[in-house]
């Protein structure tokens, strides 16, 4: 995935201030956000997708596209704090016809901004 969706400052030919973060301070805030996650098991993944586009499967996959050594179930491990079909088990709720309807839209959006 183009991690420069709709990413504005790029457009208008300006430094993005995240390319300037130091490497260790970027990963220092990965590293909170997959945290806040594992900590949060009532922000459903689908629901993740439907306001943001993305969910901790997504992070996974990017950690591999990243050039971590991991295939994806190991990625997603990383992120989940467990094995993915574990978490799903676990916390995993089923999704609602609105909440697939607005992830399917958001990812749209996801779509519309690769470039």
């Not at 969706?5 to 030919?13: E, I, P, Q, S, Y």
Request: glycine share 6%; proline share 5%; hydrophobic share 45%.
């Amino acid at each position: 995935m183009n991690m420069n969706v709709n990413d504005d400052t790029a457009k208008a030919g300006t430094p993005d201030p995240l390319d300037t973060l130091s490497d260790a301070h970027a990963a220092a805030a990965f590293r909170h956000l997959v945290r806040h996650l594992r900590h949060r098991h009532d922000a459903q993944n689908i629901d993740l997708m439907g306001l943001a586009g993305f969910c901790r499967n997504c992070l996974g996959d990017w950690l591999i596209e990243a050039g971590a050594p991991l295939d994806k179930a190991a990625a997603r491990e990383v992120i989940h704090g467990m094995p993915a079909p574990a978490w799903k088990a676990a916390y995993q709720t089923e999704a609602t016809p609105e909440q697939i309807a607005r992830m399917d839209a958001s990812l749209l959006r996801n779509r519309a901004g690769e470039g």
